[in-house]
């Protein structure tokens, strides 16, 4: 296995820590990064950490209030940046200079489109330099444009107010609320809308068949409800099927493969039992499988590499996991492992001494 180097940078970010750090594109010859800090973002090039960084201050014109970051978003081009801060309705883009070896030029704006914006996601490559933007204050998906020109501007009603957003294709957008579901087409302008069983809490994306899988809130008459969300063609609209999957509990950690055709669950213990029900879910057929962990399970992880899927079954420094083995269907498969960090169990040959 190949050996490889960490350079440590330290940036004065004047300030509390960095909420957010976000890495641009790779460019041809650079890499921005955008770091969100308490009043403000820092750029730098992660390829040239020795020049200094570029820190905007985030105030509106006739403000003195300066905003923190609460999401950042690059163009793929890394031409533009998008913020979106608190207090602020309106869109903060920033024109990215394309400096390198010198802390890069920056131009900022402030686009209008709503009220209560709550979420932004890149609008398809189409529709150049814009950017999708969700309002808690209109119902409505709104694409912006960059430079702010009220011409491009498009929108899409909704039925209600809608939470969160998130992109399922390079056209596609969906969007949901407490009981509702909404797939826009940005590109030709089709859409869908269906309803839900409950409040989604986790939505996961499988980009190569366009489903949505849903984990759905806590209730009395739903224990756990997964639901799939399936977007099929139309000529003038686009049709959302959902089909729900009834769980004994509701999920304590998720995730999904690297291709986004599986996705795997860990269902708690019942009373009585001390068994996690580790279950793999296949996105295109939703045929179930499961394997039974010995203990509760925080976090899913899937190494890539291996496809072994990491249950981590509690915080503790030492570590405690347990290696699943894709596909794996029996317990005598399940590899457990406690207090790693001491034992060495981990380690790679190349790094024991």
Known sequence: MPSRTVTRLQLDVEGLAPRLVTFGPVETNRRLVAVALERGVALFDATRPEVPARRITLRPPGSTVENSVS???????????????????DVVVIELGPETGAPVSASINFVA????????????????????????????????????????????????????????????????????AAV??????????????GTPEKVTISASSERVM?????????????????????????????????????????AVSVDGETMFLAVPPGTGSAQTALVTVEVRTLALTEV????PVVNLFQLSSSGVLVAEHSVNVLGDVSLVPAGATERLSVTRLSDFALTGDLDRPEDRP
Do not use: C, H
Request: net charge neutral; no cysteine; charged share 20%.
């Open 71 to 89: 999401q950042v978003l690059f163009s793929r081009d890394a031409r533009w940046l998008f913020l979106r801060a608190t207090g602020l309705d």
């Open 184 to 197: 826009w087409d940005v590109v030709d302008g089709r859409s869908g809308v269906a309803t839900l069983l």
């Open 292 to 295: 039974l962990l010995d203990a």
């Open 113 to 180: 489109g709503g009220t209560g914006l709550v979420d932004l996601e890149l609008a398809p490559p189409s529709l150049g330099d814009s950017v999708l933007a969700l309002y808690a204050g209109i119902p409505e998906i709104v694409v912006l444009d960059a430079r702010g020109i009220e011409d491009n501007v498009r929108r899409l009603p909704l039925s209600q107010v809608m939470g969160a957003m998130e992109r399922l294709s390079d056209r596609r957008v969906i969007v949901w609320g407490p009981s509702v």
């Open 214 to 254: 849903l984990s759905q809130a806590n209730s009395a008459t739903a224990p756990g409800v997964l639901t799939a969300l399936t977007v099929s063609e139309e000529p003038n609209r686009l049709r959302l099927r959902t089909q729900p999957i009834q769980l004994a509990r509701k999920p304590t950690a998720s």
